[in-house]
C-alpha cells in the first residue's frame, strides 16, 4: 500500500491504523519520492491526497497508473464547504 500525503497529521492516521493492521506500506510526502517508491515496490493500492506541495495528486495519479496497470478504479473527493 502506498500513502501519499504532504499533511503530516494525516500520514500519522493512516500509520496508526495500519500499524494495527499489519500491513506493509510506504509514505512518501512528495509526488517525487512517491514515483520512486513505485520504480522499486509493486503495489496494490495506492491512496493519494488531490492537492499536494508542488504537484497535482491527479497529475501523480495518472502517472502512477502506469506502474499498476491493472488499476482500474479511482475514487477521491475534495470537501466543497
Do not use: C
Request: net charge positive; hydrophobic share 45%; proline share 4%.
Amino acid at each position: 500500500m502506498l500513502v501519499v500525503d504532504d499533511e503530516e497529521n494525516i500520514l500519522s492516521a493512516f500509520r496508526d491504523f495500519l500499524k494495527k493492521n499489519i500491513v506493509r506500506w510506504w509514505q512518501p510526502s512528495s509526488a517525487e519520492e512517491a514515483m520512486g517508491v513505485l520504480a522499486r515496490q509493486h503495489m496494490n493500492l495506492l491512496i493519494t491526497d488531490i492537492r499536494l506541495k508542488g504537484a497535482s495528486g491527479v497529475t501523480f495519479f495518472m502517472e502512477a497508473k502506469g506502474f499498476i496497470p491493472s488499476f482500474r478504479h479511482r475514487y477521491y473527493g475534495y470537501p466543497t464547504w
